[in-house]
């Protein structure tokens, strides 16, 4: 099967854009459709010096099935992952989500109750939403070469801990300046949860499902807040 006249150029725009230095190999692949192979991409990063000795360079970068016509480049690892044990993955992502979002939401919904527990005006009330706003916003910046430095799965995990921790000390806040740094640093934690979801996605499903699965997972946010408004309203008349 003769390949396609741009297969080569789609493959030194995979090695360009996953910062490669060349296809070290492009061999059939046992037991797969004729045409397709095996491509193995070299990182510019160079590996640490082995164990034998202090021999290093180049530091394999991925694996991909490329098809002869090159239209489609499959991750090794996503074909160790199962279709049902990718959705449930993406439930347990959502629910972790969901999770970060009542550590984050519950301030904005329990405004009133904080405002008037601590004797606060709306100006002052505004300080510690400004703050925290502020402090998401930087944390974009921050946990974007962080997450791609630790992957996915840490930064998800430390996340989910990072807000569960500052979410209970909220709760012991006794001045407004403690509040503004809680929260911050609250919502500073919570501002590295979706990059880490939209890094771990993308390797557990392929072209077709994975617009889908981006779809479900960023209504996790409109379920976060919903939940956190739920509780709030309902402790609320619970406790009136």
């Known amino acids: 099967m003769t390949p396609k006249p741009d297969y080569w150029n789609r493959i030194r725009a995979a090695c360009d854009r996953h910062g490669a230095l060349s296809i070290l190999q492009l061999a059939k692949a046992s037991g797969s459709c004729p045409g397709s192979g095996v491509a193995v991409a070299w ?8 164990r034998a000795g202090s021999r290093s360079g180049p530091e394999p970068l991925l694996l991909t099935r490329l098809a002869a016509n090159g239209t489609h ?7 160790t992952i199962t279709p049902v044990r990718s959705w449930v ?3 347990a992502l959502v629910i972790g989500y969901i999770g970060v979002y009542l550590c984050r939401k519950n301030f904005a919904v329990a405004n009133p109750l904080i405002r008037e527990a601590f004797g606060l005006t709306r100006e002052q009330i ?13 944390g974009k910046f921050v946990f974007g070469p962080l997450i791609d430095r630790f992957g996915g799965r840490a930064s998800f995990l430390f996340v989910l801990l990072a807000v569960a921790l500052f979410g209970g000390a909220g709760g012991l806040a006794g001045t407004l300046p403690m ?4 929260y911050s640093l609250n919502r500073l934690a919570g ?3 979706w990059g880490a979801m939209v890094k771990l996605v993308p390797d557990w499903f392929g072209p077709r499902s994975l617009p889908l699965a981006m779809a ?7 379920f976060g807040g919903g939940c956190a408004t739920l509780y709030t309203t309902s402790k609320t008349l619970l406790d009136t």
């Open 43 to 50: 990182s510019r990063r160079p590996a640490a010096a082995s």
């Open 73 to 79: 480049a499959e991750p090794a690892s996503r074909r």
């Open 89 to 91: 993955l993406l439930g």
């Open 126 to 138: 505004g300080i510690v939403a400004s703050a925290s706003t502020l402090a998401y916003m930087v």
């Open 179 to 182: 509040l503004t740094l809680i």
């Open 191 to 193: 501002s590295g949860g």
């Open 216 to 222: 479900i997972l960023s209504l996790s946010c409109v």
